[in-house]
């Protein structure tokens, strides 16, 4: 396992316009760290210069501290699955995996064990013989992540793996990702735009937009507080509630309510839809609204109610049933309405 840390990245292919814009970040070792983001945000971009593939105008990259931004992809220590696979259809599974151990020199004896380590990792060790057109599209993937791993990279690289699987396999192929990198220490850099994947998966992740990250931290951090509008949008449905700011609360037209996080130039509150429940009357800190749309979902319902001259959407588990048109009490949790910029 290695410890990443990019100092100052920089890049741009058309000049004036940058791709990545002073990004800084580390990556602790052994950490299964996520780069989420929507298209075009610089995130494949910084993989590609992760492993050697592009080369950044300027900034540093070191792995345990040692500057590799001259080095060659070979002589990086890094292994990269791509989002295509990049298998070669006429060689076995086993050759396609033996691949980058050749490069390196290794043969005979050691060559065999690490290739069958490798597809043993990924539970495809009946399937050395086999030649890839004759493979599923999950096991594909299986193969491409097996050759990454087999040169036991100091930083695995991975590009949108799952991307060409249905979602029952993405679902499988999650949970054997984090299984396989926790169960040999592997300090891994995952990117996607699919939230979901970065939420349940990652031990940490930054958000990227134009070039910078928006904000880092854990999943939890990211989801419950933060940073600003875009992060919040990004990683699932979100409230903005408009009002005034004052005194660490917000003031709206159907209450005051306490904020929590900073409010230091706060013009607004924030709060997922999970987190805005049905209330009795009288409960502490309720206020009336009305239904005004809804969607059942079977094991859950989206609502839409009116508050004041504000709409909120909620989510409601195991619904009870109600109307359009119902007045409501609602009221908000506890500490989850943050200050939001």
Known sequence: MAAVFLDGICKSFVPGKRVLDELSLEVKPGELFFLLGPSGCGKSTLLRILAGLEKQDSGSIKFDGVEISSLPPEKRQAAMMFQNYALWPHLSVFENIAFGLRILGVSGKRLKEEVTSALEAVQLADCADRR???????????????????????????????????????DTMRSEIVRICRSRGQTAIYV??????????????????????????????????????????????????????????????????????????????????????????????????????????????????????????????????????????????????????
């Open 132 to 170: 890839i057109p004759s493979l599923s599209g999950g096991q594909q993937q299986r193969v491409a992540l097996a050759r990454a791993l087999a040169v036991r990279p100091a930083v695995l690289l991975l590009d949108e793996p799952l991307s060409n699987l249905d979602a029952r396999l993405r």
């Open 192 to 341: 996607t735009h699919d939230r979901q994947e970065a939420l349940s998966m990652a031990d940490r992740m930054a958000v990227l937009k134009d070039g910078k990250i928006s904000q880092f931290g854990t999943p939890r951090e990211l989801y419950e507080r933060p940073a600003n509008r875009f992060c919040g949008s990004f990683l699932g449905d979100i409230n903005f509630i408009d009002g005034k700011v004052e005194n660490g609360k917000l003031i709206t037209g159907f209450g005051t309510f306490p904020l929590a996080g900073s409010v230091e130039n706060a013009v607004c509150g924030a709060i997922r839809p999970e987190r805005i429940r049905f209330a009795a009357p009288g409960t502490a800190g309720a206020f009336r609204a009305v239904i005004t749309g809804s969607t059942f979902l079977g094991d859950s319902a989206e609502w839409l109610c009116r508050a004041g001259e504000c709409e909120l959407a909620l989510k409601e588990i195991a619904p009870a049933p109600r109307c359009i048109g119902d007045e409501v009490m609602l009221v908000f949790d506890d500490g989850f309405l943050i200050a939001m910029q």
